[in-house]
């Protein structure tokens, strides 16, 4: 049955796999960071993906390795307006063995997403704990009713 009670319960355990999840989240960032190689690399263009208003753009850049071999990458997501103009210098991030499968390092995609959604569910399951511990206080609080007897 759909109680308060109940509901309440639901989301906070939600809250702590919303948690969960934005430590995983934050746990892959680190290693990708850890794992790959950065370099600075410069936008040189930036491809217009969707239709309508669902319009964003992909930045795509190039960089040089330490041997000086150039490489162009480009970015699986975007957004509108443009996240990295053109001519922006950026920071990618490339294992050694494949530079041609770098990305740019979106650094709100890699830390301050998750963060943001850590905090959402830390401030949901804070009200859902608090509230559900109202009404315990308030259950503990009132006598029973005592029916039928005389």
Not at 16 to 30: K, R
Not at 48 to 71: I, L, M, N, Q, S
Not at 85 to 106: F, H, K
Not at 123 to 150: E, H, W
Request: glycine fraction near 8%; include cysteine; proline fraction near 7%.
């Amino acid at each position: 049955m759909f109680s308060l009670r109940n509901m309440l319960w639901a989301i906070t355990a939600l809250s702590f796999a919303f948690i969960a999840a934005a430590l995983l989240w934050l746990l892959v960032s680190t290693l990708i960071v850890k794992s790959h190689v950065r370099a600075t690399g410069t936008v040189v263009k930036s491809i217009k993906e969707g239709r309508g208003e669902h319009v964003y753009y992909c930045p795509v850049a190039v960089f040089r390795d330490p041997a000086g071999v150039e490489h162009t990458v480009r970015a699986s997501g975007g957004s509108n307006p443009p996240r990295f103009p053109v001519g922006a210098t950026v920071s990618i991030l490339y294992r050694p063995n494949e530079p041609e499968n770098g990305m740019i390092e979106d650094r709100f995609i890699l830390w301050i997403a998750p963060l943001v959604f850590m905090a959402i569910a830390v401030f949901y399951g804070a009200v859902c704990y608090i509230v559900r511990y109202g009404l315990d206080k308030r259950a503990a609080a009132t006598p029973p009713l005592i029916v039928g007897s005389r």
